[in-house]
């Protein structure tokens, strides 16, 4: 039986009305799939005491990061990153979260930070609350409602988040990792991960590392069947995605261009 996955998810995402709008948005996770998934939802803004609706915030690089509410002189980076402190405390152990794209707050290598030192170029990167997380190395997958917005970006998603989940099990139980492999051995094999995780089956810590990052690969549809056919299986990963055993056309976007890892080219405040 599947064990019950954890995801922390941005809370104007379908859970609460808290933008600064008060506008409301739809959750990315289809109704069905919310009731197998333990949600921890989130706002910084609310929770740093700024109240729905508000003004707007936005974001400056001037050597530093400085985030200010509109017709407010007060730098907020300072408080946000404290209460973001305290919202990753709480969704360190999820298997995944979930950020609302673009935010100062949430969103996830899409967010445009103003230049002050050179304005004709507008930098990229990080909200307050993924570049902490993403410092932390925690052992879960984020995605944001943007990228879930593709059928199949949605159930790579999801079979990471709920094998991620399972692969916990196995290692505070203290199973070996080779049934668990072996069970996912579709599934890696598409993500062209089959190999470099096979070697680390003895290190319970490395592989669970290594198999979150595999998720961050956006492999896409067609990529995904080329490395199961190389390996000689077409099949497609039931086994795996036992609950979204449908594959969908997939999406060619390259991830690498919305994470900061393993290859990151874009900016993000942390790693300047
Ligand atoms: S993007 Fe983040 S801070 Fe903004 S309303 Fe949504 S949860 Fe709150």
């Known amino acids: 039986m599947l064990s019950i996955p954890t995801v922390g998810i941005s809370a104007c995402l379908g859970q609460r009305v808290c933008r600064y709008n008060q506008k409301k948005l739809d959750s990315p996770i289809p109704l069905g799939i919310l009731e197998h998934i333990n949600l921890i939802d989130f706002c910084?803004?609310?929770?740093a005491g700024l109240g729905t609706p508000r003004?707007?915030?936005d974001s400056r690089w001037n050597g530093e990061l400085q985030i200010f509410q509109q017709r407010k002189t007060v730098n907020l980076a300072p408080l946000l990153r404290e209460t973001s402190l305290g919202i990753i405390g709480r969704i360190k152990g999820a298997d995944g979260v979930v950020l609302k794209s673009k935010s100062p707050s949430c969103g996830l290598m899409d967010h445009k930070i103003a230049n002050l030192k050179e304005p004709d170029s507008?930098?990229?990167g990080n909200g307050v609350l993924p570049d902490l997380l993403l410092q932390g190395q925690y052992h879960l997958i984020p995605t944001t409602e943007r990228r879930l917005s593709d059928p199949w970006s949605l159930q790579l998603w999801l079979a990471g988040v709920f094998q991620l989940s399972e692969l916990k099990q196995y290692i505070r139980t203290g199973e070996p990792l080779d049934e668990f492999h072996q069970q996912n051995e579709p599934l890696l094999a598409g993500l062209?991960?089959?190999e470099g995780l096979s070697h680390l089956r003895r290190d319970p810590e490395k592989?669970?590392?290594q198999f979150a990052l595999s998720f961050l690969t956006d492999i896409g549809h067609q990529g995904f069947l080329t490395n199961l056919s190389s390996k000689g299986s077409k099949q497609p990963f039931e086994s795996s995605a036992r609950l979204w055993p449908s594959l969908q056309?997939?999406?060619t976007r390259n991830l690498?261009?919305?994470?900061p890892f393993p290859n990151a080219r874009t900016f993000s405040p942390s790693h300047i």
């Open 44 to 47: 910084p803004e609310e929770e």
């Open 55 to 57: 003004d707007p915030i």
């Open 122 to 124: 507008p930098l990229t």
């Open 192 to 194: 062209g991960r089959l």
């Open 207 to 209: 592989y669970l590392r």
């Open 249 to 251: 056309p997939g999406s």
């Open 256 to 259: 690498e261009d919305h994470y």
